[in-house]
């Protein structure tokens, strides 16, 4: 059957479908490196909720495989496609429907880009607080769907604690409102939690209801050295009584990598900790003599925007410093905070066994780190290392009390390890409720579930 023809007669003249493989290409994989994936048959460029109701309504009656697209910024491989896929992108739905100041909520479509919402809410005094590093391009749709944390996420928590409601186009196009807009909702089971990190795979997301918070005021930042990781992270566990807003960790591979690059001054640092303070912004000595305690090498701290700048900038390289080196694969890993430096030293070893870099930096304050694997470009067999050490760094991660992934997702490349986390009565729940929403699993398939 030509889809394309069906499809075109189930929305309108007017609708964007894509077939031409070269242009659909370019919707069928995000940025994950060795993560399956073919062009899609066919692209929809969604305008509207009841645009991608007919749309899924139209795969669910010919069981077409459906992916949902943001911006594709993902790196777990989870909007990536099929040959018989349809790829519906929800790039154009890019409205801001609503900034409601009474009660502190935003109303958008599913493709508003997170700072774009960010800053319509700095021009009424409130935040949409969600810092994914991805922010000035993934979408409040994307970020839901795979639950995206961010460095303030220590403090303000990850984007499910802000979605308050969502709109959803069900498998077989049904569209449903799940959640409330009011800040508490406790009436009927949390559908709308159920929905975010859920990949795609329980439905699709077109509209959202997001908790705006009022700014944050300017931060203290907050730099330290230290000798080794060990004393960093021990620094980093007593240093969270301050209710730090940003709480970072690098490790001395990425310290040299940056250095290699950009000499700031960190050659014998053996790891840095950085961290802001948006109140109790006085408090920022008591942090460096608590550091102290933890043998700091050197510390200093700056409520000017310039110095912050300046201080951050370390972070800011990180991933590019190890990308300078050849091919990266860039892991998401979370452990309780305490482990943190037994993850650094096993990861340590691991870069030994296989022989290769690899640095690790990440989110002190909530124990979500991202080793980051460098392999030389067009070395097959090292990339085969790489993709052995990437998997046994989730396994690490999971033997410390931890989790294969703490906010990237699990997409396509890691659902063989998310079921090491599960006993085989919460997998069948697991596939229970994808059946409930999904009989005939026409949702992503192949993603997120063991
Ligand atoms: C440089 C860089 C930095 C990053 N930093 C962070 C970070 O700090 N924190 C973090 O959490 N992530 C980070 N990421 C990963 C990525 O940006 C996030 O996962 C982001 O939330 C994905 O949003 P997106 O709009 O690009 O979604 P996509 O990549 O398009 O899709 C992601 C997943 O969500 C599904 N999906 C997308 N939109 C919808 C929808 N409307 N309804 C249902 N399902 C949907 C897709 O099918 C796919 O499974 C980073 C990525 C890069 C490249």
């Known amino acids: 059957m030509d889809h394309l023809g069906g499809l075109r007669a189930a929305l309108g003249e007017n609708a964007s479908l894509i077939s031409d493989p070269e242009i659909t290409a370019s919707y069928s994989k995000d940025q994950a490196p060795f993560a399956p994936h073919e062009p899609a048959a066919l692209v929809l460029l969604a305008k509207s909720t009841e645009e991608v109701s007919k749309a899924v309504a139209y795969a669910h009656a010919h069981n077409i495989p459906v992916v949902a697209r ?3 910024s993902g790196l777990s491989g989870g909007a990536n496609a099929t040959s018989t896929s349809l790829v519906i992108s929800l790039e154009k739905m890019n409205s801001i429907i609503e900034i409601d100041e009474t009660n502190m909520i935003a109303r958008v479509e599913a493709g508003v880009i997170n700072l774009d919402l960010d800053k319509a ?14 922010r000035d391009w993934s979408t409040i749709g994307g970020n839901a769907a795979t639950n995206a944390g961010g460095m303030c996420c220590v403090k303000y928590g990850v984007t499910s604690a802000h979605v308050r409601a969502l709109t959803v186009v069900m498998a077989d ?3 449903v409102n799940l959640g409330s807009a009011t800040k508490k909702a406790v009436t009927t089971l949390d559908l709308t939690r159920l929905m975010i990190g859920s990949e795609g795979t329980l439905g699709i997301i077109t509209e959202l209801i997001v908790g705006l918070a009022v700014r944050p005021d300017t931060p203290a930042t907050i730099i330290a050295t230290f000798p080794h990781i060990k004393s960093a992270a021990a620094a980093a566990a007593a240093l969270l009584k301050f209710k730090p807003s940003m709480l970072e960790i690098i490790d001395q591979t990425t310290l040299k990598a940056v250095e290699a690059w950009h000499p700031l001054g960190f050659e014998i640092a053996g790891s840095v900790l950085l961290m802001q303070l948006d109140e109790d912004q006085d408090r920022a000595d008591e942090v460096l003599t608590l550091c102290q305690s933890f043998e700091m090498i050197d510390g200093a701290a700056s409520t000017e925007a310039a110095d912050a700048v300046e201080f951050i900038r370390v972070r800011k390289l990180a991933y590019p ?3 300078r080196l050849g091919a990266t694969l860039l892991d998401d890993v979370a452990v309780p905070i305490s482990k943190i430096a037994e993850l650094v030293e096993r990861v340590e070893a691991l870069s ?3 022989d290769l870099t690899i640095g690790i930096f990440g989110h002190a304050g909530d124990g979500n780190m991202h080793p980051t694997i460098v392999h030389d470009h067009g070395d097959l067999k090292a990339q085969e290392r790489a993709i052995a050490a990437f998997g046994e760094i989730v396994e690490i991660a999971q033997s410390l009390g ?3 992934s703490g906010e990237h997702g699990i997409g396509s490349i ?3 390890f998310a079921a090491n986390e599960l006993s085989p009565a919460v997998i069948e729940l697991q596939r229970a409720i994808k059946k409930a929403f999904d009989p005939k699993g026409i949702l992503n398939p192949g993603k997120k579930l063991p």
Do not use: C, H, R
Request: charge should be neutral; avoid cysteine; aromatic fraction near 6%.
């Open 414 to 416: 890691k659902q063989g």
């Open 121 to 134: 809410a700095e021009l009424k005094g409130l935040a949409y607080l969600p810092d994914p590093a991805s």
């Open 352 to 354: 030994t066994k296989y």
């Open 70 to 72: 943001g911006a594709g």
């Open 173 to 175: 196009g049904q569209i």
């Open 321 to 323: 410093a190890l990308e």
């Open 402 to 404: 931890g989790t294969a």
